[in-house]
């Protein structure tokens, strides 16, 4: 009933940026807090940067000063700006949603995932 779809993600030399999108789209009612995640290969996912419905934002201390979270509630979209980038960024990078959507019963709340977004930072 409610699926994320990621862009923006690829290849880039030290020192690049990339934008990441992540578009929420089905039967939605509000979305809550939207968030950024990332995996590196033999790592545990990790918290980038969430972003509450009201704007707030918080990160993770690696990527502070060089990456910006933001949404646009009009189009239950969430961005990820990242700049700097350094090749220990590289990794999937997830989004995140805790959603109410409605639903046969009323309307419930669940948390969605993104396909996940590769991200290679390298010379």
């Known amino acids: 009933q409610v699926q994320l779809v990621e862009s923006g993600g690829g290849l880039v030399q030290p020192g690049g940026s990339l934008r990441l999108s992540c578009a929420a789209s089905?039967?939605?009612?509000?979305?809550?807090?939207m968030g950024w995640y990332r995996q590196a290969p033999g790592k545990q996912r990790e918290l980038v940067a969430a972003?509450?419905?009201?704007?707030?934002?918080n990160y993770a201390d690696s990527v502070k000063g060089r990456f910006t979270i933001s949404r646009d509630n009009a189009k239950n979209t969430v961005f990820l700006q990242m700049n700097s980038l350094k090749p220990e960024d590289t990794a999937v990078y997830y989004c995140?949603?805790?959603?109410?959507?409605?639903?046969?019963?009323?309307?419930?709340?669940?948390?969605?995932w993104g396909q996940g977004t590769q991200v290679s930072v390298s010379s």
């Open positions: 995140n949603a805790d959603i109410i959507y409605y639903s046969a019963s009323g309307r419930d709340t669940a948390v969605y």
């Open positions: 972003i509450t419905s009201g704007g707030s934002t």
């Open positions: 089905g039967r939605i009612f509000r979305i809550n807090a």
